[in-house]
């Protein structure tokens, strides 16, 4: 069974950066490259919501709109890491930041498959932006 664990939160002022990683192993008879790797957060109160994805293979991303140009997500295949650059953090990126993997089903890239649903998940990292 793949097990995913996520590092890096923090606390962190309004207007820092933190990266956070997402650690992946076992792979269920796949390989890291099979995957697509998302990255969520769940906010105090609030459900958990897709924020970014990395199709491993190739490499292809995709961010919502509210850390598209502030948050980069990356991958380095030799560690079966997948990373989250966060800058410019904002009070609001506050969360629980959860990564997750499947090995995509669904045609349509990131949004396909982050809508499809995932199959394996992290237990969470903490990030708390203070102002």
């Known amino acids: 069974e793949v097990q995913l664990v996520e590092s890096g939160g923090g606390l962190v002022r309004v207007g820092g950066s933190l990266r956070l990683s997402c650690a992946a192993s076992?792979?269920?008879?796949?390989?890291?490259?099979?995957?697509?790797i998302g990255w969520f957060r769940q906010a105090p109160g609030k459900e958990r919501e897709a924020i970014s994805c990395?199709?491993?293979?190739?490499?292809?991303?995709y961010y919502v709109d509210s850390v598209k140009g502030r948050f980069t997500i990356s991958r380095d295949n030799a560690k079966n890491t997948v990373y989250l650059q966060m800058n410019s953090l904002k009070p609001e990126d506050t969360a629980v930041y959860y990564c997750?993997?499947?090995?995509?089903?669904?045609?349509?890239?990131?949004?396909?498959?982050?809508?499809?649903?995932?199959?394996?998940w992290g237990k969470g990292t903490l990030v708390t932006v203070s102002s």
């Open positions: 076992g792979f269920s008879g796949f390989t890291f490259d099979d995957y697509a």
């Open positions: 997750a993997a499947v090995v995509p089903q669904v045609w349509g890239g990131c949004p396909a498959i982050l809508s499809y649903g995932m199959d394996y």
């Open positions: 990395i199709i491993v293979d190739d490499g292809t991303t």
